[in-house]
């Protein structure tokens, strides 16, 4: 049958495996020129599963899934194309032992991840072994169901023992007859995950019904009895999967491989613990810029009335500095006190003044006399110092030279005394 070519375009090479359903065969694909792998329905094989086989297959698209490339039917013989998978099967690394744990733990995720995709969908493999597990060229695990005994022309079995090696893997519910769902995957992957870590099966015999029975009936042996040193995780994982009732696994795929992440958190926790910020510092870290912008308004405050003060320091200096502010009109209701001359004798005497309304008399011209004026201090804002002859608006001061020819005040008051200024109404 080699060299035969099927539907015009694949052209057998070699065989790759064969059973009772089906065989599989390395072709090469002319038109696209690539090796593939066919699986060719046996003539007296149940055609309607071979065609729902195929229909589940090209339902998933998955990295840890063996693709399906076509499907059709040659000289009255239904055929599927598969991807070829150079690397060999599960079965044949298997063959000299348990594996290293971290290509355990890799492998145990990718098988896990295929089943999670394919259990998403609704498919349940029923078979899962390690010959249905194989490598593509970048030695990453595939998940294919050809529905055949052995794969890759490798198996050290025969026929008599596949029927032993794929009892090996059945799950306590197939062995009752019961339906298989996606935890009976999850047992299947549970006493493969225990094959990698120990090298040997959990229930060994060379009588397939008595598998049958050990899985439906016996407990299933610890990972620790065969290795003490097998990661815990694993091994808790493998006690779990071999869990007899069904309810007491992980429920598919999907839940393997939280199991085999860490349920998601853990990693995180375990990347750097000491790293995380607390809930206080995650805010800080978050918002930085808001912050810095409230501390910079925060300072705008002081700012402001600093500024305000400077502003009005300055025009109070350059008010006092720059020479009187006269004016021609005394405020209406306002008394200005007289400022006493040097050299009077008169002891000085302060009296308080009742404002009174203001009267305007004629000028009287008198002789003019000059004093020398001493100026005191400016009192407060509240009070205002003045000539006779000057109305100066609080707070602004006037201050007169040395020399000052005063004319007689306009209004009748005593040259000597000081009185205290009341404002009216």
Partial sequence: MADEVIAGRYRLLEPLGRGAMSS???????????????????????????????????????PNICSLYDYGEADGRPYMVLEYLPNGSLEERLKDGPLPDQETTRLAAEMAAGLAHAHERGLVHRDLKPANVLFDAEDRAKIADFGIARMGGSGTLTEAGT???????????????????????????????????????PFVSTNAMELVRMHRDDPPPSVADFRADAPA?????????????????????????????GAGG????????????????????????????????????????????????????TTNGGGSAETTSPLTGLSLPTVATAGSTKPTTTTPSTTAKTTTAPTTTAPTTTHRVTTA???????????????????????VPPTTTAPPPTTD?????TAAITTGP
């Fill in 24 to 62: 599989v065969w390395l072709a090469q694909d002319d038109e696209l020129e690539r090796r593939v792998a066919v699986k060719m329905l046996a003539q007296s094989a149940d055609r309607d599963r071979f065609e729902r086989e195929a229909r589940a297959v090209a339902a998933l698209s998955h």
């Fill in 163 to 201: 029927v032993l090696g794929t009892a090996s893997y059945i799950s306590p519910e197939q062995a009752s007859g019961r339906p298989a769902g996606p935890a009976s995957d999850v047992y299947s992957f549970g006493v493969i995950l225990f094959r990698m870590l120990t090298g040997r099966l």
């Fill in 413 to 417: 008051t005593t040259p000597t005394t």
């Fill in 266 to 317: 853990d990693a995180t926790v375990m990347l750097a613990p000491r790293a995380l910020p607390s809930a206080s510092d995650a805010t800080q870290v978050l918002r930085p810029s808001r912050r810095l912008r409230r501390k910079r308004e925060y300072w705008l405050v002081p700012l402001v009335v600093l500024l305000l003060a400077a502003g009005i320091a300055v025009a109070l200096l």
């Fill in 233 to 261: 995780r694993l091994e808790s994982l493998v006690a779990a999967a071999l869990a007899k009732d069904p309810a007491d696994r992980p429920a598919d795929g999907g839940a393997l491989l939280r199991e085999l992440r």
């Fill in 377 to 399: 201090p400016a009192p407060p804002p509240t009070t205002s110092t003045a000539l006779p002859t000057t109305t100066v608006a609080p707070p602004t001061t006037t201050t």
